[in-house]
C-alpha cells in the first residue's frame, strides 16, 4: 500500500467547535478528507471554548476525533497576540509532518505561511474574509492580519475565497488569481420548540432570530434599534457567544435591558440550536462585513425567510429567496421588517423555497472535490 496523502490544518481555534465559521468549516472538510482516506492533522489552540468552558468539548487533549490527529498548540491568553503565537508555533511543528499539503485557515495564521515554502511544502491558503476590516482589532493586529494577506499572495501556491466579491478584492489589488470555491451546507432534519420552549418560553413562529458572535460587525445593534421601534408580540432572540468583544456585549445588552421581548440566550449548539432555526419566524443577519457567513446558509436550509443587509457577500448568498434592506440602515430594516411581520403569506413563501434552494446551489461534496483538485495540482 502506498504512502497515504497527509495534509495540515492551521487557522482554527477548536475542532470539533462552533466557535466561528473557520471552525465549522476545517471541520466538516477534515472529516470528509479522512473518509476518503487522506491523513489530516488538526493544529488545535490551547486553552477554552471562545464563548466559556461549559462549551468545550469533553473527553482527552491530543487524541484523535473521528480519525483526525488533534494536535494542541500553546499559547498565550491575550487575544491580540493568540492567533500569531499560534501560528508561529503550528507552522514549526507542521515542518516536522511531512505533510503534502499544509492549508492555512484565515488571513492571521497565512502570516506565517512563508515559513513551509522556503522547504517546499505545498501551500493553500483559505481567506475566510477579509479580517483586518473586522471593528474589533486595534493597529497593531489589523497590520498582522494585513501581512498575512499579503504573504498569501506572495508565497501561497493557491488562494481559495469565499465570495465574489472578495475573488475580485485580490485580483484588483494584487494581480493575484484566487479559486472561488464557497462553503457548503446539508438538508438538516427540523425540530420542534421542546427545549426552547422550556427554556426560553418559546414556540413555534413566536420569534426573529439573531445567530452570530456578538461582534460590532455582525450588525446587532442596527437590529435592536430597529425592533425597538416596532410594536409587535414577537420575541427578538439573540444566539450567540463573545470573541473577544465584551465592551460591544455590554452595550447591545444596555441597548434592550428595557425591552422583555428581547432574549440573550449565549451560545448554543447540539438540539438548543436546531430548535431555533426550525421555529424562527424570521432570521436577520444585519451584517456590515461578512466573508460567507455559515448561519446564514443554516437558517436558509431550515427553511427560514431570511432578512439581510445588501452587502455582496449576502446578497450572493440569498439571491431572489431572501429579503435585503440597506446596510446600516435601521429605517430599512425597520420597514422590511414590519412588511413581513404584517404579511405572514409572504414570510411562507419564503420559506417553502429557502432550503431546497440552498441546499443545491451550495454543497459540501462539491467543496471537497474542488479543494482536493487544487492539494493534489
Known sequence: MGKRFRIAMIGQKRIPSREGGVE?????????????GYEVDAYNRSGYHVSGKE?????????????????????FKNGKLNAIVYSFLATLRALFGKYDVIHYHAEGPCAMLWIPK?????????????????????????????????MAVRYADEIIVLSGNVQSYFKETYGRDT???????????????????QKYGLEKDSYILFLARLVPEKG???LLEAFSRIKTEKKLVVAGGSSHSFEYIEKVKKMAEKDKRVIFTDFVQGETLEELYSNAYLFVLPSDIEGMAISLLEAMSYGNC??????????????????TFEK?????LKKKLCYLLDNKEIVEKYKEEASDFICRKYNWEEVLKETEKLYRR
Request: glycine letters at 8%.
Open 306 to 323: 431570511c432578512v439581510v443587509s445588501d452587502i455582496k457577500e449576502n446578497v450572493e448568498v440569498v439571491g431572489k429567496n431572501g429579503i
Open 220 to 222: 446587532l445593534h442596527y
Open 24 to 36: 465549522i468549516v476545517v471541520n466538516e472538510l477534515s472529516t470528509r478528507l479522512v473518509k476518503k
Open 55 to 75: 462549551f468545550q468539548r469533553k473527553g482527552k487533549k491530543g487524541k484523535y476525533y473521528e480519525n483526525i490527529r488533534i494536535i494542541i498548540v500553546p499559547t
Open 118 to 150: 522556503l522547504f517546499g511544502i505545498r501551500i493553500v491558503a483559505t481567506i475566510h474574509g477579509l479580517d483586518w476590516q473586522r471593528a474589533k482589532w486595534g493597529n497593531f493586529a489589523s497590520y498582522v492580519l494585513k501581512f498575512g494577506e499579503k
Open 328 to 332: 446600516s440602515s435601521i429605517a430599512d
Open 179 to 197: 479559486n472561488y470555491i464557497p462553503n457548503g451546507i446539508e438538508k438538516p432534519e427540523i425540530k420542534e420548540a421542546n427545549i426552547i420552549k
